[in-house]
């Protein structure tokens, strides 16, 4: 735990039965030589008084956005801003079924939404709740939306719940919690500060006629976390995005695309600017040469479709001065093909995804990938969450801007 010495933690408590645990990881904060600041609903004052949180932290805690004398007092101010920008990570815990649901949809009702919606840094929620409230349909996705916002998320262990039922939805243990909020912190380190990265993501269509179009199986996901990760850890990151259904990482420029061609041109008027591009994107490979003002109707009889090569975007970027980081995905010959890309495009770095691994493909959460660097060396990763994926991709990056 030494490693969040010096670090600047806000902890958010809303109104759950685990709360009283909260005060257990405010005091091992605070051994650990972090300086803790901590905000409160005021259902969170129900189970824990201010005054224990404010012993324990040693520091002033924030429970209303305005004063409590409105006529004499404005001492609170703009406090949630002021704090939004101290705080070098949030915890929220324990995180009620209501506050997610805020968190998720951008609302700010009481002094830890706001708060958040403020904040400039990494967060953590740990959901804790009866299990039928976290196991939910619209609690899970709100989660869902959380993660897909870069939020980090730790999930609720099993065991008996205060209604006396047993289940999923416990605050996981004190140590649990701050052995999680350092490992985010070590991902999120500023080793990106002052770079500027400009990141690909999803497919492209390709018009047919006003209706159809040529398209591939392509979430986003993974250039979404690469995007979002290089943010937290300091760069200056912009997105080209084709069509998909994610939000924008925060402080993230977004640029969207539908087709090729756009994203060519997007991505060559401003590469220049940066000091790499992660071409995660899976721009299609060919484009039709005609597009048809009218949609084509259903008929018995076949027809072709006439097709042409897309321009080759990282081949296009060969000669500028950017460190270029490529993605391959086969189905077989992997490496060989991989390797290959990485020499004929005069790449920094490739990565390899491989549909044939477990874990591994399109629309899902994980992912499988093999680095290989500009040697030819490859580093194979096991299956993890895509935001740990990038941040393994990130570990090499971060090392070719030095």
């Keep these: 735990m030494s490693s969040l010495g010096g670090k600047k933690i806000l902890v958010g408590v809303t109104g759950g039965i685990a709360a009283y645990k909260v005060c257990t990881v405010v005091r091992l904060l605070k051994r650990s030589g972090a300086t803790v600041r901590v905000v409160m609903t005021s259902s969170a004052t129900e189970f824990v008084s201010p005054l224990t949180f404010s012993t324990l932290s040693g520091n002033s805690v924030l429970v209303s956005l305005f004063p409590v004398d409105k006529k004499s007092s404005t001492q609170n101010k703009t406090e949630h801003i002021n704090l939004g920008l101290w705080a070098d990570i949030m915890l929220i815990a324990p995180a009620t079924a209501n506050t997610i649901a805020e968190l998720a949809n951008g609302e700010a009702r009481n002094s830890v939404s706001t708060t958040a919606l403020s904040l400039r840094a990494p967060m ?15 609690t899970q996705k709100n989660i869902s939306t959380l993660r ?14 205060a209604s006396g039922l047993f289940g999923e939805g416990r605050l996981p243990e004190p140590e649990v919690i701050v052995k999680i909020l350092t490992d985010v912190l070590n991902k999120t380190n500023q080793d990106l500060k002052k770079k500027k990265i400009l990141v690909t993501a999803g497919p492209t269509f390709e018009p047919i006629d006003p209706v159809r179009f040529i398209g591939n199986r392509s979430s986003g ?9 290089s943010k937290l850890r300091g760069a200056d990151v912009t997105l080209i995005s084709g069509p998909v ?3 924008t990482p925060k402080n993230v420029k977004r640029i969207n695309v539908e087709t090729a061609s756009e994203m060519a ?8 600017k940066f000091d790499a ?23 018995p009889k076949s027809f072709s479709i ?5 321009l080759d975007i990282l081949s296009a970027l060969k000669n500028m001065r950017i460190k270029k980081i490529g993605f391959a995905l086969e189905t077989d010959n992997e490496l060989s093909n991989a390797k290959k890309k990485l020499k004929e495009k005069n790449l920094d770095l490739i990565v390899l995804n491989s549909l044939k691994d477990d874990g591994a493909g399109f629309g899902v959460d994980t992912n499988v990938v093999t680095i290989i660097n500009k040697n030819g060396k490859s580093f194979k990763l ?13 570990n090499f990056v971060s090392k070719l801007l030095k």
């Design 124 to 138: 953590v929620v740990s959901p804790a709740m009866d299990f039928d409230m976290y196991l939910h349909d619209a």
């Design 148 to 161: 897909e916002q870069g939020v980090f998320i730790i999930p609720p262990v099993k065991g008996e719940l």
């Design 221 to 229: 996901k993974m250039g979404f976390a690469l995007a979002n990760a």
């Design 245 to 247: 259904s994610l939000a």
């Design 265 to 272: 041109r997007a991505i060559l008027k401003i590469a220049p």
């Design 277 to 299: 591009i992660i071409m995660s994107a899976a721009v299609s490979d060919f484009t039709p040469t005609e597009i048809l003002n009218k949609k084509i109707k259903k008929s």
């Design 306 to 310: 006439k097709v042409k090569p897309t």
């Design 382 to 394: 096991p299956k993890m969450q895509k935001f740990d994926v990038a941040n393994e991709i990130l």
